[in-house]
């Protein structure tokens, strides 16, 4: 069975960093396109950034040039680097993992999430 457990949340001021963890069991890891979500209340869950089995990366507009996605295949963990945090990247951070190789194909399991709070 596939579980994601996520890590690093908090609570950061404005311009701060965080960097959140996500590990994975239950898949030979390496294979799978990883990524990582945000959802505010009320609103539907978004991509953030997500890497493929081969190392390609997307992230949204919002993020690019501030988050940094990367994968340790040898630790069957995902994280995200979060740089220059804004109150608007407040939410909940989900990891996802897909049964195929491209982060095209979408994600089939679902970590728990981790809450980001960015304080003006």
């Known amino acids: 069975q596939v579980q994601l457990v996520e890590s690093g949340g908090g609570l950061v001021q404005a311009g701060g960093s965080l960097r959140l963890s996500c590990a994975a069991s239950?898949?030979?890891?390496?294979?799978?396109?990883v990524g990582w979500y945000r959802q505010v209340q009320g609103k539907q869950r978004e991509l953030v950034a997500a890497i493929s089995s081969g190392g390609g990366t997307n992230y949204a507009d919002s993020v690019k040039g501030r988050f940094t996605i990367s994968r340790d295949n040898a630790k069957n963990t995902v994280y995200l680097q979060m740089n220059s945090l804004k109150p608007e990247d407040t939410a909940v951070y989900y990891c996802?993992?897909?049964?195929?190789?491209?982060?095209?194909?979408?994600?089939?399991?679902w970590g728990k999430g981790a809450l980001v709070t960015v304080s003006a």
């Open positions: 996802g993992l897909g049964r195929r190789s491209s982060w095209l194909d979408g994600m089939d399991y």
């Open positions: 239950g898949t030979i890891f390496r294979f799978n396109a």
